[in-house]
């Protein structure tokens, strides 16, 4: 081999290399990294996701190909590097995040809104409304493990279930909309689920929260002012009411978008929660579950989500009010800072430690970071119809 | 002023032919529509509109339901259930034109 077609082989290899590597820095991933910075933006419209980098503040790339993503959500496997993406078509798609794919897809009802991952990290639980009920997945072939209808009634009909929280004990918790039951299924033996259902628990629960230890499972009524709450250390006590009557026979408003309730409502021992049809948001004391005050907002409010050392909580609203994000104090329990961040705020995410939220702006196509200490937008992301945010940190909390 | 009152009169009269036909809202305002009906009947009803928490309005799944009833479902809503009235926000001629395109199936 002569010196020069040895310089051209060296050419050819090294322009080789930097096809390659131009190829994976375009796209974000392939290159060796952690992911506990990384989160998904749900793009709703378009079946998309765009698997962002909340440390650059950019995204890493977009992941196509699953499919009807209206009201998606996701859940983290253990280790962080997979998102199960819930899909309202009954998608159930696992991503992963470091190679910037599809996993595993399938389609396992017609109907659904939102799961779960089991505390071992093994099970995936979908949340179907139709067919009403639970289909429990195993977490890395998604291969059917359960199918539980959520049937009610005398002649056996099916409800549509929502709320659908993991618990410790390899239990999952949800609630059937048109039962007016909350159920507890106990997984600890994989195969042979043990189902605890109480009825009566109010008329059409619409979601449910869990709180951050996994105790009170608490879920908003949309049939009635009040909410049903589920002690998980004492279920043999039953499920309660709290806040019954929280409208104080006043005509409700007209709902143009129903209220979400997750698991970062709670700030301190107070529990901050939408009420359904007020320009209101709930304050209730942890323990005795009295209503301790409540905040009037700008509007009806749709998520109720304390920044993560609970200091302040920040609300966003329902259509035609859904342009605006408010600021409560959890001390003084008043509004102390209104944001505008666009048209159609559907969803916000802080980040582990709270130092900043993003926020999807639907109408705008953006998602935007704000600074929590200054309420400053500090970034911006371009993003088709986006919907929810799921951060990484999820992985590793109970209820989420 | 006698030359200013002739295009003036000729717009008049261009909006009085127009309210003749106004079965149908103004093309923005039809988008506005569709995308009322994608994304905020849309989260309940599904961004296809396939059904949601709220029952399906496919083409397929009004089909027969006569359209004055599912005009007063959206103006009025429907006690008992999560949907809302919506008159208000929207004219019956609105809604009257939404129902028409949710029948032939022109927004899934």
Known sequence: MCWCSALYIQARAYRAVLVVSAALALSGFGQPRGTADLGLVIERASGSVQVIDTTAHSALGRITGLGD?????????????????FGRDGGLTRVDLLAGRIDKRIVQAGNSIGGAISQDGTLIAVSNYDPGGVKVFDA????????????????????????????????????????????????????????????????QPYDALITSDGRHYIAGLFGEDGLALLDLWHPQRGVRRILNGYGRGEQALPVYKMPHLEGWAMAGDRAFLPAVGRREVLVVERGSWQETGRVAVHGQPVFVIARPDGRFVWVSFAHPDNNVVQIIDTQTLTVVHTLEPGKAVLHMEFTPRGEQVWVSVRDEDRVD???????????????????????????HRIGL | MRRAERPLLMLFSLLLLAGAHAQEPAAARRDALVHLLRHD????????????????????????????????????????????????????????????????????
Request: hydrophobic share 40%; net charge positive; glycine share 10%.
């Open chain 1, 69 to 85: 993503l209206s009201h998606a959500s996701v859940v983290y496997s253990r280790d962080a590097r997979y998102g199960y993406v």
């Open chain 1, 369 to 395: 970071v704000y600074d929590t200490a200054t309420h400053q937008r500090i970034h911006s992301l371009a993003a088709d119809k986006p919907s929810g945010i799921f951060f990484t940190a999820r992985a």
């Open chain 2, 41 to 108: 009947c849309g989260s309940c009803h599904g961004l296809t509109l396939a059904g949601g928490l709220g029952p399906p309005l496919t083409a397929r799944a009004l089909d027969g339901k006569p359209a004055a009833a599912l005009e007063a479902t959206i103006l009025y809503g429907r006690p008992g259930t999560p949907m809302p009235p919506w008159h208000g926000m929207l004219s019956a001629a609105e809604v009257r034109w939404m129902v028409h395109v949710l029948k032939n199936g022109s927004v899934q």
């Open chain 1, 140 to 203: 890395a072939t998604l291969e059917l493990i359960a199918d539980l209808p959520a049937t009610y009634g005398s002649e056996g009909k099916r409800s549509k279930v929502v709320g659908l929280v993991d618990a410790p004990g390899q239990r999952f918790v949800f609630s059937l909309y048109d039962a007016g039951e909350i159920w507890v299924a106990d997984f600890s033996a994989r195969a042979q689920p043990a189902i605890q259902r109480f009825a009566n628990v109010g008329r």
